[in-house]
């Protein structure tokens, strides 16, 4: 079975990290983009941070430049989200997504994989 799956999230205090994973089984990401897209309640999902398939070329959301890094680490067949100086607006659900294809975006339909998300809580 192809799967993504997603872990790492929990309650965090604001100014704290987390680092969420988004492990596949089934396939391998070595030839695929990785996205990182959040939802909050009551809101739409969101991209947050992508990766293309070389790890070369990242991308992230202006909300969470400068505090959030995606790394890839293909032997380990996992992508990672370092997510620093939370603030409580981060609170969502995280869920990593793959395509194929060269381009790293946040269009979701063009993604073929997504795992079932994982929680994250910033709150004091």
């Known amino acids: 079975q192809l799967q993504l799956v997603e872990s790492g999230g929990g309650l965090v205090q604001p100014g704290g990290s987390l680092r969420l994973s988004c492990a596949a089984s089934?396939?391998?990401?070595?030839?695929?983009?990785i996205a990182w897209f959040r939802q909050a309640p009551g809101k739409e999902r969101e991209g947050v941070s992508c990766i293309t398939s070389s790890g070369r070329r990242t991308a992230y959301a202006h909300s969470v430049q400068g505090r959030f890094t995606i790394s890839r680490d293909n032997a380990k067949n996992t992508v990672y989200l370092q997510m620093n100086s939370l603030k409580p607006e981060d609170t969502a659900v995280y869920y990593c997504?793959?395509?194929?294809?060269?381009?790293?975006?946040?269009?979701?339909?063009?993604?073929?994989?997504w795992g079932q998300g994982t929680q994250v809580t910033v709150s004091s």
């Open positions: 089934g396939f391998t990401l070595d030839y695929y983009n």
């Open positions: 997504a793959a395509r194929e294809g060269i381009l790293c975006d946040y269009v979701e339909v063009r993604y073929d994989y």
